[in-house]
C-alpha cells in the first residue's frame, strides 16, 4: 500500500495562528473560544456534545442572528444560506479552508479510546485560516508541543478554589449539590432518596436526550430543586451553579472492565463545583459502599486540589481518509499502524466492528461494489448506536438499513411511517429512553441528503417527535424525583403552621393551602408519603392544629349515616363506612348479642364525639339484627323461657346455634310432647320430613348475619351464597342447605318436593305411583339428586318394566321401581345410581309408616 498518511496538519499556504489554551476546568476557555469566535468574519467550533454545541449555538444566535449561524450534528442541521459562523459536534465539523476561524474544544478527549481518533484527527488537521484555537486540560501540554510544534501553549488557571471535604451522609449533603454514580439504576437510587428527605432532585445522564437533559439542568438552576443527580456525563459541557461535588462511587464499567476513575477523570467532575470566583469543595457520599475504595487517596486528593495529573502521552489514531477501492482495503486502511510513535491504534470502535462483521455476510458484502459503493456503506455503518445495543444488535439494524439504501434513497413513506412508530409519549421513564434512542437514529438519518428524498420534512418530523418524547421524559423525571409542594407551603408558612389554611376535601384529602399533605382514612390521618422529611413537622403541626374540627364533622356525618340501613356496611365481622372499618364485632355473652369494639381510630374523637359515634353504631347493629334474626331471637328467648320445659329448650338452643335448620334426626324431636310440638310451630319452626326449619330465616339477609356471627363463636361453615339460590353444586353443605350427593338443595324446597310426593302417593291406590322430576329440574336439581332426596324420604328403588299404556299412557322405556325400606334414611351419603336425565319414574307408593 502507498504511504498517503502523515501525521503532521495539511499545508495550506493561508494557515493562520494556532494556539492551545489549556488548564483545569472553570477557567473560562469556552467563553474565550466564543468570544474569538464572534471577532471572526467566519469559523467554526467542535464540541464533544450536541447538548454543547446546542447551548453555544443559542447564544451566538443572540449575538450575530439565527440567519447567520448554523448548528451542524449528527442528528439535527440547521444550516442557512449564507450562514458563517458554525457550532458543530466534533464529528460533523466542517472541512472548509474558507473558515477564518476554527476551534476544537475537549481536546484531551484524544485519548479517548471510543471516540479519540475523531479529536485527534481535528486536532493534526483542522486549521482556521486566520486562527485555530485547540482547548482542552493541561495534561495534553505534551502531545500539543510534540504533534503540533508550532502552537503556542496559553496556560489558564482556575478562577476558584478546589476543596476536599471528606464523606458525608446524603442526610447532610448540603444545597446546590450534585451527586455523581456510575449506573442508571444507582441514580434512580439516589434520586429516589433525595425526593423523599429532600424534595427531590434533577436527573442527568448520557442516556437522556440533549433537550431532557437541558430540562432537568433548567430546573435546577432555576432553583425548583436543591440537587441534581448524574452520571459522569456531568462532567463535561454542563454550565451549573454547584457548590459541592459529592460521589456515589470512585469506579465505573468502562465497556470492558470495572476500574477505578482517573484522577484526571475525578478532576474533571469534581471541577463543576464552584463557579467562576465562587469556590467548590467535593467528597465522597458516605455508606453508599460503591466501590473497592470508596475514599479518595491522598495523592488522589492532592491531585484534584492543585490540578497535578500525569501528562498524557499517547494520543488515539484512526486513518481519516482511507481508500474505497472495496471493502477488504478500507478495513486494511482502518486498521493501519499509526505513523508516529505519539499516537496508537485505538480499541476497535463500534463502527469499524459492524463494518468487519457485516463483511463477513456474503449477501452484505457481494451487495457493495465499486468505490462509490465502498464509500456510502461506510457512512453507514458509521450510523451511531444511539441504542446502546452492542456491536451484534447494532450491525443487524446496520444490515437492514443498508438493503434499503443500495439501490437509491428511502421513500418519504417509509421513514414517515418509522418515525410515526415512535411518535408515542406514553410509557415510563425506561420505555421513553429507548424511544429517545430510537428516534436519535432516525434523526441521524433523516438529515442525510442522499439517504433520504424529502430531508427537510423527515428532519423536522423526527426533531418534532424526539423534543415530545424528551418532553415527556422530563415530565416523568420530574413526576417520579422531584415533589414541589413542600418547598412552596414552607415559604408561605415561614415556619409557623398557625399560618397555613387547612380543609378538609370531599374525597377526604387533608389540603394544607390547597395542597395535599395526606389524607383521612375514617379517623386516622395517614400523611402524605411523598412529604419532604425536613417539611414534615410543620405539616403535621399544622394538620393537629385544625384535626379535632374536622374529626368532629366527621363524627357528624358517621351518626348521620348510622341513621340509615344502608349507610354502613358489613366486610365480614367489620362495620366498614366510607371504605374505611370504624368497628369490629366481638363473641358476646351469647351467639346472638355480639359485642362491638370501636376503632382505635376513634380515640382520636373528644370523648363525647366518640361515646355518641359508639352508641349510633350499637343502636344501627342492633336494628340490623332485629329485622335480620328477628326469627331467631325469638327462639333464643324461648330457649330461656321455663315454661318451655328442658326438652324444647334444648332443641330451641340447638335450632338457634344451628342458623335456624335442624335435621330431624339429631334434633330430638321425638322427646317432645304434643303440646311442646304445637309451641315449636307457633314459634315459626316447620317440622319437615327430613328437618326442622324456620322458613322466615332463609333469606340471604339473614343467613349472611347468621353466619358472621357464627364464625365469631368459632363455629366454620361454608358462606350460603347471596341469593340462596334453590340448588348449590358443592361437595359440603351451606347453612340451610341439604346435601345430595355432588349437590345441595335449600331445606325448604326439599320440603317442598317431598310433600308433592306424598301427595302424589294419597292420590292413588296403585302400588306404583308416576313421579315426574319436572318440578325437581325447574330447580336446577338433577334427576339423580331428586332420586336421593326420595331415597332419604324412605323410598327405595329399583329397575322395573315399562308400565302398561292403559294405566299410565303411552309407554314409558325401563323406569326406576320404588320400594318402601324398613326406616326412612335422614340423609343420602351414599352413591346413588344414575338415573335418566329426562322423562319420568314410578315409585311404589307405601312407605314405612312412621
Known amino acids: 500500500m502507498a504511504q498517503r498518511i502523515s501525521a503532521q496538519p495539511r499545508k495550506r499556504a493561508d494557515t493562520g495562528v494556532v494556539k492551545a489554551v489549556l488548564g483545569p476546568t472553570n477557567t473560562g476557555k469556552t467563553h474565550l473560544a466564543i468570544e474569538r469566535l464572534c471577532a471572526h ?12 454545541a446546542r447551548e453555544v449555538y443559542d447564544r451566538v444566535c443572540a449575538i450575530k442572528g439565527a440567519e447567520n449561524v448554523a448548528l451542524i450534528t449528527g442528528e439535527e442541521r440547521i444550516e442557512p444560506k449564507g450562514a458563517r459562523w458554525h457550532l458543530c459536534t466534533v464529528e460533523a465539523m466542517p472541512s472548509r479552508p474558507d473558515l477564518a476561524f476554527v476551534a476544537l474544544d475537549e481536546a484531551q478527549l484524544s485519548a479517548d479510546p471510543e471516540r479519540g481518533h475523531v479529536f485527534t484527527d481535528r486536532l493534526l488537521h483542522t486549521r482556521g485560516r486566520e486562527e485555530t484555537m485547540l482547548l482542552g486540560s493541561s495534561t495534553l501540554e505534551p502531545m500539543i508541543k510534540a504533534l503540533v510544534p508550532e502552537a503556542e501553549v496559553v496556560t489558564r488557571p482556575r478562577f476558584s478554589t478546589l476543596t476536599h471535604v471528606g464523606a ?11 451527586i455523581v454514580a456510575f449506573s442508571a439504576e444507582q441514580v434512580y437510587v439516589m434520586a429516589e432518596m433525595l425526593r423523599r428527605f429532600r424534595g427531590g432532585a434533577a436527573v442527568v445522564m448520557g442516556a437522556l436526550s440533549p433537550q431532557t437533559r437541558n430540562a432537568q439542568v433548567a430546573m435546577y438552576q432555576a432553583g425548583e430543586v436543591d440537587y441534581l443527580v448524574a452520571t459522569d456525563a456531568v462532567g463535561m459541557g454542563l454550565n451549573l451553579d454547584v457548590h459541592h461535588v459529592a460521589f456515589a462511587g470512585l469506579s465505573k464499567f468502562d465497556g470492558y472492565r470495572q476500574r477505578r476513575l482517573t484522577t484526571a477523570e475525578m478532576a474533571q467532575i469534581a471541577g463543576r463545583a ?31 486540589e492543585e490540578h497535578r495529573f500525569p501528562p498524557l502521552t499517547r494520543l488515539f489514531w484512526r486513518e481519516a481518509e482511507p481508500r474505497f477501492d472495496s471493502i477488504a482495503t478500507l478495513i486494511e486502511d482502518l486498521e493501519s499502524p499509526p505513523p508516529r510513535p505519539e499516537l496508537a491504534s485505538p480499541p476497535q470502535a463500534i463502527d469499524l466492528a459492524v463494518l468487519k462483521r457485516l463483511a463477513d455476510d456474503p449477501d452484505t458484502a457481494g451487495s457493495v461494489r465499486g468505490a462509490k459503493s465502498v464509500k456510502r456503506f461506510w457512512d453507514v455503518c458509521r450510523l451511531p448506536d444511539f441504542r446502546s445495543q452492542g456491536e451484534e444488535t447494532h450491525s443487524r439494524f446496520v444490515a437492514r438499513l443498508w438493503q434499503d439504501l443500495r439501490h437509491g434513497y428511502l421513500g418519504a413513506d417509509y421513514v414517515a411511517q418509522a418515525i410515526a412508530q415512535l411518535d408515542n409519549p406514553s410509557g415510563d421513564i425506561d420505555t421513553l429512553q429507548a424511544r429517545v434512542a430510537a428516534i436519535r437514529s432516525w434523526a441521524y438519518i433523516a438529515q442525510r441528503p442522499d439517504w433520504v428524498l424529502a430531508k427537510e420534512e423527515m428532519s423536522a418530523r423526527a426533531r418534532a417527535v424526539e423534543a415530545r418524547l424528551s418532553d415527556a421524559l422530563h415530565a416523568r423525571l420530574t413526576e417520579r424525583f422531584v415533589n414541589r409542594r413542600t418547598a412552596v407551603l414552607m415559604r408561605k408558612a415561614g415556619g409557623d403552621a398557625s399560618l397555613l389554611p387547612v380543609r378538609l376535601s370531599d374525597e377526604g384529602a387533608v389540603l394544607v393551602d390547597d395542597e395535599p399533605i395526606g389524607h383521612l382514612e375514617g379517623f386516622r390521618f395517614v400523611v402524605d408519603p411523598l412529604t419532604r422529611a425536613q417539611d414534615r413537622r410543620l405539616l403535621l403541626a399544622a394538620a393537629e392544629r385544625h384535626l379535632p374540627g374536622l374529626l368532629g364533622d366527621r363524627a357528624k356525618a358517621l351518626i348521620e349515616a348510622s341513621r340509615n340501613p344502608q349507610g354502613i356496611a358489613f366486610e365480614d365481622a367489620a362495620l366498614v363506612w366510607q371504605d374505611t372499618v370504624v368497628a369490629r364485632l366481638e363473641r358476646g355473652r351469647t351467639m346472638l348479642a355480639p359485642r362491638l369494639k370501636a376503632d382505635p381510630a376513634l380515640d382520636r374523637l373528644s370523648a363525647n364525639d366518640k361515646a355518641a359515634v359508639v352508641a349510633s353504631l350499637e343502636e344501627w347493629l342492633r336494628d340490623q339484627h332485629g329485622r335480620q334474626l328477628k326469627p331467631l331471637i325469638a327462639l333464643d328467648a324461648a330457649s330461656r323461657d321455663p315454661a318451655s320445659g328442658p326438652e324444647l329448650r334444648a332443641l330451641l338452643l340447638h335450632l338457634v346455634e344451628a342458623g335456624g335448620v335442624l335435621p330431624r334426626e339429631v334434633s330430638g324431636l321425638d322427646r317432645l310432647d304434643a303440646a311442646q310440638r304445637q309451641r315449636l310451630k307457633k314459634l315459626g319452626v316447620r317440622i319437615g320430613a327430613l328437618d326442622l326449619f324456620v322458613p322466615a330465616i332463609l333469606r340471604p339477609g339473614a343467613m349472611q348475619a347468621w353466619h358472621r356471627l357464627a364464625r365469631l363463636w368459632g363455629k366454620p361453615a361454608p358462606l350460603p351464597p347471596e341469593t340462596m339460590q334453590p340448588v348449590v353444586h358443592a361437595k359440603t353443605a351451606p347453612a340451610g342447605y341439604r346435601r345430595l350427593g ?54 327405595r328403588v ?32 351414599h352413591q346413588t345410581p344414575a338415573l335418566p336425565s329426562t322423562g319420568a319414574f314410578a315409585a311404589l307408593a307405601d312407605l314405612v309408616a312412621r
Open 41 to 52: 468574519s467566519s469559523g467554526a467550533i467542535g464540541f464533544p456534545l450536541r447538548l454543547l
Open 168 to 178: 458525608k451522609k446524603l442526610s447532610r449533603i448540603p444545597p446546590r449539590s450534585a
Open 274 to 304: 464552584g463557579r467562576h470566583q465562587r469556590d467548590g469543595t467535593f467528597g465522597t457520599l458516605a455508606g453508599s459502599g460503591n466501590g473497592a475504595n470508596p475514599e479518595f487517596a491522598d495523592e488522589e486528593i492532592y491531585a484534584i
Open 742 to 795: 355432588n349437590e345441595t338443595l335449600r331445606v325448604d324446597l326439599a320440603e317442598k318436593l317431598l310433600h308433592a310426593a306424598h301427595a302424589t302417593r294419597m292420590g292413588t291406590k296403585a302400588k306404583r305411583v308416576f313421579l315426574d322430576p319436572a318440578i325437581a329440574r325447574s330447580m336446577n336439581l338433577s334427576t339423580a339428586a331428586y332420586a336421593a332426596l326420595l331415597r332419604a324420604a324412605g323410598f
Open 798 to 829: 329399583h329397575m322395573g318394566r315399562s308400565l302398561p299404556e292403559k294405566a299410565y299412557g303411552p309407554p314409558h322405556p325401563p323406569l326406576w321401581d320404588w320400594r318402601p325400606t324398613r326406616r326412612p334414611t335422614a340423609a343420602t351419603e
